[in-house]
């Protein structure tokens, strides 16, 4: 051991260590995110970073390179890796399908005592963070900072149990309470918070207990640079007949959070409008229900479309002419959808079919970028669709200022800030 804390081998910096199932090669929206931090605080500000992580339950691509974010050095229970500087440990648990509550349970639990289990070999740390996939992990992140005597960070994709009731095949109260509990102590014993947006921030001080001066508003990001306007006469476009028509686009999960039966309605409603495509880009938990929906009411003008991996997003992003950035009533702050800062990047305007509170409609309002309409509301979701279709050329300055606005949100402003933020609680180790 050298002084000051630092391991052997590692160069000056803050040493911060990430909980978190989700990461590289995963595909889901916190994953990539957290694999984009994590390397960002290696190669732009020398920080000495590990991330406790799971199996890849949404790889795209090879299932080799998934199954090899498994199979590095050490045990079963868990294996060791390093990427871009990043050093992994691999705490690995089940890779059930996600579709039934059983097999999202089994993959939680099993990677939580892996998770556990791995906490025992972070090493010093100065700063340990904690996401909320599972929900319960932040337990085992704030038990491994306390043991490392590091400072304990809570960062809050998600508030619990508000967003668990989207489970629709299991509502349990004593759950439910049981994760009230555990989300209340560890935003009351976190060194420091992290809300993804103000009405999030709201949330946390207003109802779990949060202390305020506690609670850092950090937004999720995209990056400006990667994702790009591009033109919507592209090769994703051009295969599948898009390139001459209006495109309202869904893209990413097609989860229970966004409310994606209204938009079924709403393309019925919209039948008559012979160049509008609704395209529904991702997967999830209702895609199967939506298709079927779609196929029983005859629906042409609705379409769905597989995940698009991350190096040809820029082009089904260009096919579109507007998105949709949905959730269901009540969810705002507990929820704040990531795919709102693509979005922005892209150059593309929006229907921000949310609550007026909630970060994406301030930001539709605030930038004049998307139209708003309330959650749950038909008429007013058809109408926001066909102001945009009737308007080409205010879809296009809406367009604009969401650019404009995207660098407010870019990559580089959220690493730099949780830089600062992981700077001023964690002491620098000094090199030997």
Same mark, same amino acid.
């Given at each position: 051991?050298?002084?000051?804390?630092a391991r052997e081998g590692y160069?000056?910096?803050?040493?911060? !260590?990430?909980?978190n199932r989700s990461y590289w090669p995963d595909q889901a929206a916190t994953g990539q995110l957290l694999t984009e931090l994590a390397q960002d605080l290696v190669s732009g500000y020398? !920080?000495?970073?590990?991330?406790?992580?799971?199996?890849? =339950?949404?790889?795209?691509?090879?299932?080799?390179?998934?199954?090899?974010?498994?199979?590095g050095e050490g045990g079963w229970l868990v294996t060791r890796e390093t990427r871009e500087g990043v050093r992994i440990l691999r705490a690995n648990g089940t890779a059930f399908g996600r579709r039934r509550f059983v097999g999202r349970a089994a993959n939680y639990l099993t990677y939580f005592t892996s998770a556990m289990a791995a906490s025992g070999q972070i090493g010093p740390q100065d700063v340990v963070v904690s996401l909320t996939d599972p929900p319960i992990l932040g337990l085992a992140a704030m038990r491994a900072a306390r043991k490392a005597g590091a400072r304990f960070v809570f960062l809050c994709e998600d508030i619990f149990p508000e967003v668990a009731s989207l489970l629709e095949d299991f509502h349990n109260t004593t759950v439910n309470r049981t994760l009230d509990r555990i989300n209340r102590r560890l935003v009351r014993e976190a060194d420091a918070i992290v809300a993804l947006g103000d009405r999030m921030k709201r949330r946390l001080v207003e109802e779990k207990g949060a202390p305020a001066d506690r609670v850092h508003v950090i937004h999720n990001w995209a990056d400006c640079e990667a994702i790009a306007p591009g033109p919507k006469d592209n090769a994703?476009?051009?295969?599948?007949?898009?390139?001459?028509?209006?495109? =309202?686009?869904?893209?990413?999960?097609?989860? =229970?959070?966004?409310n994606l039966d209204l938009l079924i309605d709403a393309a019925d409603r919209l039948r008559s409008r012979e160049r509008l495509v609704i395209a529904i880009v991702g997967d999830g938990a209702r895609r199967g229900a939506l298709e079927a929906m779609a196929a029983a009411r005859g629906l042409t003008n609705i379409r769905f479309f597989p995940y698009q991996p991350k190096e040809l997003l820029h082009e089904s992003f260009a096919t579109a002419d507007a998105f949709l950035v949905s959730l269901k009533p009540g969810l705002e702050?507990?929820?704040?959808?990531?795919?709102?800062?693509?979005?922005?990047?892209?150059?593309?305007p929006f229907v921000a079919a949310v609550d007026p509170s909630c970060e994406v409609a301030a930001i539709a309002t605030e930038h004049a970028c998307g139209v708003v309409a309330p959650p749950g509301d038909r008429d007013a979701l058809v109408s926001a669709i066909s102001a945009l279709v009737d308007d080409p050329a205010a879809a296009r300055r809406m367009g604009e200022n969401a650019r404009t606005a995207a660098w407010r949100y870019d990559r580089r402003v959220a690493v730099r800030q949780y830089h600062a933020l992981f700077a001023s609680l964690g002491r620098p180790a000094t090199a030997a």
């Amino acid at each position: 051991m050298v002084p000051g804390g630092a391991r052997e081998g590692y160069r000056d910096g803050v040493n911060v !260590c990430f909980f978190n199932r989700s990461y590289w090669p995963d595909q889901a929206a916190t994953g990539q995110l957290l694999t984009e931090l994590a390397q960002d605080l290696v190669s732009g500000y020398g !920080c000495n970073v590990s991330v406790v992580a799971g199996r890849a =339950l949404h790889a795209a691509g090879s299932l080799a390179v998934a199954e090899a974010a498994g199979r590095g050095e050490g045990g079963w229970l868990v294996t060791r890796e390093t990427r871009e500087g990043v050093r992994i440990l691999r705490a690995n648990g089940t890779a059930f399908g996600r579709r039934r509550f059983v097999g999202r349970a089994a993959n939680y639990l099993t990677y939580f005592t892996s998770a556990m289990a791995a906490s025992g070999q972070i090493g010093p740390q100065d700063v340990v963070v904690s996401l909320t996939d599972p929900p319960i992990l932040g337990l085992a992140a704030m038990r491994a900072a306390r043991k490392a005597g590091a400072r304990f960070v809570f960062l809050c994709e998600d508030i619990f149990p508000e967003v668990a009731s989207l489970l629709e095949d299991f509502h349990n109260t004593t759950v439910n309470r049981t994760l009230d509990r555990i989300n209340r102590r560890l935003v009351r014993e976190a060194d420091a918070i992290v809300a993804l947006g103000d009405r999030m921030k709201r949330r946390l001080v207003e109802e779990k207990g949060a202390p305020a001066d506690r609670v850092h508003v950090i937004h999720n990001w995209a990056d400006c640079e990667a994702i790009a306007p591009g033109p919507k006469d592209n090769a994703f476009a051009r295969a599948h007949g898009l390139h001459d028509r209006f495109v =309202l686009m869904h893209s990413g999960n097609v989860g =229970l959070s966004q409310n994606l039966d209204l938009l079924i309605d709403a393309a019925d409603r919209l039948r008559s409008r012979e160049r509008l495509v609704i395209a529904i880009v991702g997967d999830g938990a209702r895609r199967g229900a939506l298709e079927a929906m779609a196929a029983a009411r005859g629906l042409t003008n609705i379409r769905f479309f597989p995940y698009q991996p991350k190096e040809l997003l820029h082009e089904s992003f260009a096919t579109a002419d507007a998105f949709l950035v949905s959730l269901k009533p009540g969810l705002e702050g507990y929820i704040v959808p990531s795919k709102l800062y693509g979005i922005l990047a892209a150059g593309r305007p929006f229907v921000a079919a949310v609550d007026p509170s909630c970060e994406v409609a301030a930001i539709a309002t605030e930038h004049a970028c998307g139209v708003v309409a309330p959650p749950g509301d038909r008429d007013a979701l058809v109408s926001a669709i066909s102001a945009l279709v009737d308007d080409p050329a205010a879809a296009r300055r809406m367009g604009e200022n969401a650019r404009t606005a995207a660098w407010r949100y870019d990559r580089r402003v959220a690493v730099r800030q949780y830089h600062a933020l992981f700077a001023s609680l964690g002491r620098p180790a000094t090199a030997a």
